[in-house]
């Protein structure tokens, strides 16, 4: 799923290249490029610098954040909301 569609979806302002293409979700340690992830709590801020993720969902930019960005004051329940989203996708193959 292309990162735009999945921010029209979600409801959520995209700050990085909509064309990037989304395969999957994980936790921000454990990302891989394609890789959605979140920031929901700032002791993984050091992360960000780290992550493999193509686009993290946090509250607001950051220094540091090399992946493209989905803004959201719910980083959590957005990302909820993703997997929810590729969950109804797999199910679908």
Not at 47 to 60: K, Q
Not at 77 to 93: C, Q, R, T, V, Y
Request: charged share 20%; hydrophobic share 55%; with cysteine.
């Amino acid at each position: 799923m292309r990162l735009g569609d999945l921010a029209d979806r979600l409801g959520l302002p995209l700050i990085g290249d909509a064309a990037t293409e989304i395969t999957g979700v994980a936790g921000i340690r454990e990302a891989v490029a394609g890789d959605l992830t979140f920031l929901g709590n700032a002791k993984y801020d050091p992360f960000l610098a780290t992550t493999a993720a193509s686009a993290v969902i946090m509250t607001e930019a950051r220094p540091g954040c090399r992946a493209a960005i989905l803004i959201s004051p719910e980083p959590r329940l957005a990302f909820l909301a993703a997997l929810k989203l590729f969950e109804a996708k797999l199910a679908k193959l």
